[in-house]
């Protein structure tokens, strides 16, 4: 089971709490468990990344095992301890403005 926590703007649009479980069939990458989680909560479509060209919405980054993975690939196979639990995978709503 693989723990996702959502920023606050996405638990509200999908009615969440701040963190989900999912499954996934495949190997855990950034892509299978966005595909997961868009496939659960359809009202996540076009939030976390563009629904035309796949990409990583500005503002949004990805953060698990104590790392930042904004900007891998999606097909990059995340650590086991993504996939078993032990460590979630947080999807972040950056801030800016000074």
Known sequence: M?????PYHLQNLARTGREVEISIEAEPSIGSILDALENRYPVLRGTI?????????????FF??????SLDAYDVILPESILDGTEPFRIVGAMAGG
């Open 49 to 61: 990344r563009d629904q035309i060209t796949g990409e990583r919405r500005p503002f949004i980054r």
């Open 64 to 69: 698990a095992c104590g790392r930042d993975w």
């Open 2 to 6: 693989i723990r996702v926590q959502l």
